[in-house]
């Protein structure tokens, strides 16, 4: 799984990526030939269910960081915006939206007739309620740092709301793809105790039905979707911790959708009587693999450290056994392709030397009779925590484990289911280092994972990661509408990332989806398979729920 910040707009800290976005997709597979006219018409009906390895924690969006999450409430809620299956921003709950000529400030009209799952009519209201609660201080959400860039908020009348901002903040309007909520659901109550979470109330295509903890979330589409009614009747998310008893879910019939792993993409579902049955699809995700040191632990506050260990990975390794060569290096928190992404940055390459050399300067010049460093007597020891059910990351972990032992450093590794993952360890700061990855977003603020002041419990610094240039770099890459600046403020942010190492970025993965081919309407784009899914269909004749 992977973690958030924008789900279209947020970053997401992920399980694994599924619906990844870069580059146009590339559909790899022939859908089965039948004896039918090329064009079918879409009907309603049906169930899809799709597997996931990570349950969600809280379907209050606001209040969950995890992907999983965010997932299943894309279905349930609704931004003012989102982004079309070309990456543009385009009205979502907003019917259009205007921008003044200095960009400070933003009116949004919104859809009229649009109704919460439970009949209440859809207002302005609901808007004005959603900004309070994201920068209450009270709400404990790592997202309310884009809406504190916010001046005044007005309704204007009950489907108009205007948006100034003080000063020029560039991601303004991709921050309003943030999920609406029902104020007169959750006016003058506390959001952390709302039985929301369990069970939502939202304007989405497909409404909450069912949450079995540990095994499912059922979801019934939403007759009246402004937008029309989805053509598949029901959406099932299934839990299943494990990728490959999910494989052969998926080939009994029992799952339709999932995220395949690489071995499984290269060796398991090249056949013939496969590919009659399911539709793969590999594009550029726009997610990264890292490894983040927990900098509070003393182990990890000399850079020259972490810049040894880096030297001790093979990346090249990593996306060749790992990823069977579906994917690349990661060199920092950017990927090739972006506008802001800096292609000058030198990353530090695989070199046991230098790694052996850095660790020399850092004091670690022993090594006890297992070849272990020593220092002071300590051995060099640290364990690698990651999210039970990502046979990637394991494998990651164990590569990595060899090479690091060949430096002389030891590496435990330890497995933890995704829920008490996040909550137990990410959240508290519980650990010496992590292996996770983060989903990002189109626009390049990097604000909430990188700056001083989101270090707290529950935010998305939780390495505790303080620089005083990089957090002046990321107000001023906010701060303003001029590309030429806001390039060169993430370009600096990248050579400083680079050269300190807070993280080890190992690679940015393929997507790799896969389908039942009994579900027609899947539209590859720039932004991945899952733009359209409202239009996803079975034919009558192919339905089996």
Not at 443 to 452: C, Q, V
Request: aromatic fraction near 12%.
């Amino acid at each position: 799984m992977t973690r958030i910040l924008r789900p279209a707009f947020f970053l997401l800290l992920t399980l694994f990526s599924l619906y990844g976005c870069s580059d146009p997709p590339e559909r790899e597979t022939v859908r089965i030939q039948r004896k039918q006219s090329t064009v079918e018409m879409p009907v309603f009906g049906d169930t899809l269910v799709e597997g996931t390895i990570g349950e969600a924690s809280n379907l209050i969006p606001v209040l969950a960081s995890d992907s999983a999450s965010h997932e299943v409430a894309g279905h349930i809620y609704n931004g003012l915006v989102k982004y079309d299956k070309n990456l543009a921003i385009v009205p979502d709950l907003a019917e259009s939206f205007s921008i003044s000529k200095n960009g400070l400030e933003i009116l949004f009209h919104l859809r009229k007739g649009v109704k919460w799952h439970d009949g209440a009519p859809f207002t302005s209201r609901d808007v004005i309620y959603t900004y309070n609660v994201v920068v209450d201080p009270k709400t404990p959400t790592p997202y309310a740092e884009d809406f504190r860039q916010v001046g005044s908020i007005s309704a204007v009348d009950n489907h108009t709301v205007k948006v100034k901002y003080k000063v020029p903040f560039a991601p303004a309007l991709a921050s309003w793809g943030m999920s609406i909520l029902p104020a007169h659901l959750l006016e003058g109550k506390d959001i952390t105790k709302s039985s929301l979470a369990r069970s939502p109330v939202g304007t989405g295509p497909y409404r909450f039905m069912e949450w079995i903890p540990g095994q499912k979330i059922v979801l019934e589409s939403n007759h009246d979707y402004f937008e029309g009614r989805p053509y598949i009747d029901r959406y099932i998310y299934r839990v299943i911790p494990d990728t490959s008893t999910m494989f052969m879910e998926l080939k009994a019939g029992t799952v339709d959708l999932m995220g395949l792993t690489p071995v499984q993409y290269a060796r398991q579902t090249a056949s013939p009587d496969f590919n009659s049955r399911f539709n793969r699809y590999r594009y550029p995700s726009f997610t990264y693999l890292y490894m983040g040191y927990n900098l509070r632990h003393p182990l990890f506050t000399d850079k020259r450290v972490r810049q040894a260990i880096t030297a001790a990975i093979n990346k090249d390794e990593l996306v060749s056994g790992v990823l069977f060569g579906m994917g690349r290096k990661a060199h920092g928190p950017l990927i090739p392709g972006h506008w802001a992404y800096n292609p000058d940055v030198k990353d530090i390459g695989y070199d046991p030397s230098r790694a052996a050399e850095l660790l020399r300067e850092a004091g670690w010049k022993d090594k006890n009779d297992s070849g272990i460093l020593v220092r002071d007597g300590v051995p060099f020891s640290f364990t690698i925590l990651t999210n039970q059910g990502n046979q990637q990351r394991l494998l990651t972990a164990q590569i990595i484990q060899q090479r690091l032992k060949s430096v002389g450093i030891e590496v435990k590794i330890r497995v933890v289911e995704w829920a008490a993952f996040l909550k137990e360890f990410i959240d508290k700061g519980n650990f010496e280092a992590v292996i996770l990855a983060w989903s990002i977003s189109q626009d390049p603020d990097m604000y909430d994972i990188w700056h001083s002041s989101k270090t707290n419990p529950g935010e998305l610094n939780f390495i505790g990661y303080k620089n005083s240039e990089i957090d002046h770099l990321l107000v001023e890459g906010r701060g303003t509408f001029d590309i030429g600046k806001r390039k060169r403020a993430y370009f600096r942010i990248q050579e400083i990332l680079a050269d300190e190492q807070p993280y080890t970025f190992l690679y940015i993965p393929d997507a790799l989806p896969v389908a039942n081919s009994r579900i027609r309407g899947i539209e590859p784009s720039p932004s991945g398979i899952g733009h359209n899914r409202i239009k996803w269909f079975v034919p009558e004749v192919e339905q089996l729920y």
